[in-house]
Nanobody
Framework: QVQLVESGGGLVQAGGSLRLSCAAS????????MGWYRQAPGEQRDLVAT???????NYADSVKGRFTISRDNSKNTVYLQMNSLKPEDTAVYYC??????????WGQGTQVTVSS
């Protein structure tokens, strides 16, 4: 079992920035991919960005050039730097980790609200 603790959400004006963090508890199986997803009210949960243990990244088209995902393997922590935020970025953001045995775990979610 892996526990995830998210932080960094909040309310920001359009054009502003926020940084999300997600710290994972230790797992003897090792963490392969870490990522962020988001879900707006009435919408499905969508991928925002992922990063593998080797540092390869993947972004949703809607956030490319504005968001940056990074990770600190020594701390089992993944970050999402969000710049130039737009009202349409408003959602609950969820952290997800996938272990090398393909088990996956989700965080509890953190609210990001961007006002116009």
């Amino acid at each position: 079992q892996v526990q995830l603790v998210e932080s960094g959400g909040g309310l920001v004006q359009a054009g502003g920035s926020l940084r999300l963090s997600c710290a994972a508890s230790r797992s003897r199986l090792g963490i392969n991919t870490m990522g962020w997803y988001r879900q707006a009210p009435g919408e499905q949960r969508d991928l925002v960005a992922t990063i593998t243990s080797g540092g390869s990244t993947n972004y949703a088209d809607s956030v490319k050039g504005r968001f940056t995902i990074s990770r600190d393997n020594s701390k089992n922590t993944v970050y999402l730097q969000m710049n130039s935020l737009k009202p349409e970025d408003t959602a609950v953001y969820y952290c997800r980790v996938i272990l090398f045995n393909s088990y996956n775990y989700w965080g509890q979610g953190t609210q990001v609200t961007v006002s116009s």
